[in-house]
């Protein structure tokens, strides 16, 4: 079945940066966009933003703009989500999901969540 | 973008019916013409639960149903069970090719 497994929890000082991964399997990996959500502690789903893997084609969201960066590594079916400038808002469960073919298509499988947290 | 709209809260009792509300921001830059739902019980990742309105997943119940009207969506659960006890998050696409989340309704089954 399609899976997403990310990488582990991890602690980061204010200023740094933090890279997440996401490796997808049981499925054509570029044939789906992969979308990066995070959650704040006891918030809500905030969506961060998306990347084609065929394409590259990369859209986020405005207040992330110039901080994140989505890459993949299609030879090894792994989505990277790459945050900048840390602060203590930034502590938070960071998700990585499996979109459609286009942009406008549903999350339909979900990573299990990787645990940031930023603290000096 | 602004976040859709969600009460924070519903409740109800074992076997009732409830309704959760999403309403879109009056920016327009949602698009609105497909909203989905997502479920999220304590510790878990969410589950896409509804793809726009009534297109269900795969291991969606059918006690679960969207409808639309204007810039309000809705999401209805029948016939609520203890284990429908969970979050739940709207969420629509935006002219801008984002994506936007509901702040998520808390349903308590009392």
């Known amino acids: 079945q399609v899976q997403l497994v990310q990488s582990g929890a991890e602690v980061k000082t204010p200023g740094a940066s933090v890279k997440v991964s996401c490796k997808a399997s049981?499925?054509?990996?570029?044939?789906?966009?992969i979308h990066w959500v995070r959650q704040a502690p006891g918030q809500g789903l905030e969506w961060m933003g998306c990347i084609s893997p065929h394409s590259g084609d990369t859209y986020y969201a405005h207040r992330f703009q110039g901080r994140v960066t989505l890459t993949t590594e299609r030879s090894a079916s792994t989505a990277y989500m790459e945050l900048g400038r840390l602060t203590s808002d930034d502590t938070a469960l960071y998700f990585c999901a499996r979109g459609g073919p286009h942009t406008y298509e549903d999350l339909d499988f979900w990573g299990q969540g990787t645990l940031i947290t930023v603290s000096s | 973008q602004s976040a859709l709209t969600q009460p924070a809260s519903v409740s109800g009792s074992p076997g009732q019916s409830i309704t959760i509300s999403c309403t879109a921001p009056?920016?327009?830059?949602?698009?609105?013409?497909?909203v989905s739902w997502y479920q999220q019980h304590p510790g878990t990742a969410p589950k896409l639960l509804i793809s726009?309105?009534?297109s269900w997943p795969s291991g969606t119940s059918n006690r679960f149903s969207a409808s639309k009207s204007g810039d309000t969506a809705s999401l209805t659960i029948s016939g609520l069970q203890a284990d429908d006890e969970a979050h739940y998050y709207c969420?629509?696409?935006?002219?801008?090719?984002?994506?936007?989340f509901g702040g998520g309704t808390k349903v308590t089954v009392l």
């Open positions: 726009d309105v009534n």
């Open positions: 049981a499925y054509t990996f570029v044939d789906y966009y």
């Open positions: 969420s629509s696409y935006t002219i801008r090719r984002t994506w936007v």
């Open positions: 009056s920016d327009e830059s949602t698009t609105f013409n497909s």
